[in-house]
């Protein structure tokens, strides 16, 4: 799916986004009502149901099982022991070795500590066009990205601590957002997986998983 499918296209501004004239928005609402109904009254609260419960990556969910996911040999859904490290798999260390190696070696990985690029922003839906991307990064883990949208900057920035986000139309007294929570974590991960030589670092207890395939398409 597209923003365009629920939001009016060609229109930037907030309002567009906000206007409920697309049915598919209206259901897309309902559909969250339906979500937190279920796991209001029937799981306290806890993010139990979730849109993939009934989708499962369609955008109408079957309402008849597929005998050929029933009684077929492959599992349509990663299996249980997704999360351990699978046996006959390599050490996950062997295979993040290959990529250090790959990109010239720890050593070296490790002399890069600061970064400037210049790059394209594509983005998808309404504002699909491409647009300037300037990314400004420091191995002590500070990251700011500026991407030049018609309407002005849209910025990000990681301080080695916290995180914030600045875009065009949004209006004061916030125009400033704080991140926290995973969108913290996103920013954190983003900053540090600039520099090759920290991906040992940034997440720990790496596993290698089965093969798997994707249920969906
Ligand atoms: C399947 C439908 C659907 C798609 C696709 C979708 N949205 Fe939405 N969007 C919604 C719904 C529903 C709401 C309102 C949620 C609410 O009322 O709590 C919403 C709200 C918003 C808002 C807040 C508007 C306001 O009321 O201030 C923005 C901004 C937004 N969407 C942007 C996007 C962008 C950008 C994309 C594409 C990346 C996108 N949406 C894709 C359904 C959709
Ligand atoms: C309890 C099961 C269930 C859950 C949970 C659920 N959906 Fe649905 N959804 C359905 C069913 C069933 C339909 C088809 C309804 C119909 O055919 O009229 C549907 C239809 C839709 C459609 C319309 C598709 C189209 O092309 O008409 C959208 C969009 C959608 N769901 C989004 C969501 C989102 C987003 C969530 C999570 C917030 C969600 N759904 C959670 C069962 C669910």
């Known amino acids: 799916?597209?923003?365009?499918?629920?939001?009016?296209?060609?229109?930037?501004?907030?309002?567009?986004?906000?206007?409920?004239?697309?049915?598919?928005?209206?259901?897309?609402?309902?559909?969250?009502?339906?979500?937190?109904?279920?796991?209001?009254?029937?799981?306290?609260?806890?993010?139990?149901?979730?849109?993939?419960?009934?989708?499962?990556?369609?955008?109408?969910?079957?309402?008849?099982?597929?005998?050929?996911?029933?009684?077929?040999?492959?599992?349509?859904?990663?299996?249980?022991?997704?999360?351990?490290?699978?046996?006959g798999q390599p050490a996950a260390d062997e295979v993040l070795?290959?990529?250090?190696?790959?990109?010239?070696?720890?050593?070296?990985a490790n002399t890069l500590t600061s970064?400037?690029?210049?790059?394209?922003?594509?983005?998808?839906?309404p504002e699909n066009t491409p647009r300037p991307l300037e990314l400004y990064a420091k191995a002590t883990g500070q990251l700011t990205t500026?991407?030049?949208?018609?309407?002005?900057?849209?910025?990000?920035?990681?301080?080695?601590r916290n995180a914030w986000s600045a875009v065009p139309h949004k209006p004061a007294p916030d125009p400033v957002l704080p991140l926290n929570g995973d969108d913290l974590a996103g920013a954190k991960l983003d900053a540090t997986l600039l520099f090759p030589g920290k991906i040992k670092q940034a997440l720990v207890e790496w596993r290698v998983g089965f093969p798997s395939r994707s249920?969906?398409?």
């Open 1 to 87: 799916m597209n923003c365009t499918h629920c939001h009016s296209g060609n229109d930037y501004t907030v309002e567009a986004y906000a206007a409920d004239t697309i049915e598919l928005k209206q259901t897309a609402r309902k559909m969250m009502v339906i979500m937190n109904t279920i796991n209001q009254s029937f799981f306290a609260g806890r993010q139990v149901i979730t849109c993939w419960t009934c989708h499962q990556g369609e955008q109408i969910p079957h309402n008849v099982p597929n005998l050929l996911i029933q009684y077929g040999q492959t599992l349509p859904y990663e299996p249980e022991e997704a999360n351990q490290q699978a046996p």
């Open 97 to 108: 070795d290959k990529y250090l190696q790959a990109v010239g070696g720890a050593q070296r």
């Open 146 to 160: 500026i991407t030049k949208t018609d309407d002005g900057d849209s910025t990000s920035t990681y301080d080695g």
């Open 115 to 125: 970064l400037v690029a210049k790059g394209t922003n594509r983005g998808y839906g």
């Open 215 to 217: 249920p969906c398409r």
